[in-house]
């Protein structure tokens, strides 16, 4: 199990372009690197979509935003072009980069139990430690005084933090 302060744990993983991309390939940079079950469904569309559009407020903070799922590097193509999204996205077919932050695991849907991608985020500082994590993100949340996002939700931590 992670913990706030500890060194976040290296990955080596595929983005869209079947390029390699590391970790350490961002250590001057805060790092928003966020686990999502699957390309173009409707959660994790808005995710994208919300990381995407403030992506220039994120990059003003010197910070890069990495969504990572186990689909293929031809599925990250589809979804990005089809939503127009900025953001890397990263294939983690065998799911051992998920194991290592604790985002994959079983999971329970109208009773029925599976294993699966537990969405989850984790903030990465320039110096690689985990600055904070949120698991079973709620990607949008209703409010009396209107919806929040969790992408806003960690632009505001990178800010508190920075």
Known sequence: MLKVNQKAPQFTLKNHENETVKLKDFSDKWVVLYFYPKDNTSGCTKEAIDFSELLPQFKKLNAVVIGVSPDSPDSHVKFINKQKLSIVLLSDEEKGVMKKYGAWGMKKNYGREYEGVIRSTFLITPEG???????????????????????????????ELS
Not at 134 to 158: P, Y
């Open 129 to 159: 430690k985990i600055a904070e994590m949120w698991s079973k993100v709620k990607v949008r949340v209703k409010r009396k005084d209107g919806e929040v996002k969790h992408a806003e939700i960690v632009l505001n931590k990178i800010i």
